[in-house]
C-alpha cells in the first residue's frame, strides 16, 4: 500500500456517540435525553411496554453528549414484572436501542 493513501469515512454520528460517556448516562431518565419533539414518541412507547410488556419505539432522538449532540434510535423494550412480594425488586424494563444514523 506504499504510496496510497487510505481514506475513512465517518458519520457525524458515530463521533458523537464514541464521545458519549455512559457514567454520563447512568441514572438519567429517558425522556430527559431524548429531544423534546419526540417525547411523545417516547412515551407512548414507554406506556406500551408497561401495558403490553413489551414494545418498539418509533425512531427518535436519543441525546448522547451536551448540550445537543443527538443519534436516531429506535428502542426495543421489555417489562420484567416482579413478584406479588412486597420484599422482591420493583418491576423494570429492559431496553435496546438501534441506532439508525
Known sequence: ???KRRRSVCQPWIVAFQSCCVQDLIGCVIQELCHQH???K???YLKEAV???VSTS????????APDKYVRVQTT???F???ENPTQE???IVATHHIIE
Do not use: E, H, I, W
Not at 418509533?58 to 453528549?65: D, I, M, S
Open 1 to 3: 500500500m506504499q504510496g
Open 38 to 40: 419526540d417525547l411523545q
Open 42 to 44: 417516547v412515551t407512548n
Open 51 to 53: 401495558n403490553t410488556g
Open 58 to 65: 418509533a425512531p427518535y432522538r436519543l441525546r448522547v453528549t
Open 77 to 79: 423494550s421489555k417489562l
Open 81 to 83: 414484572k416482579s413478584c
Open 90 to 92: 420493583p418491576d423494570f
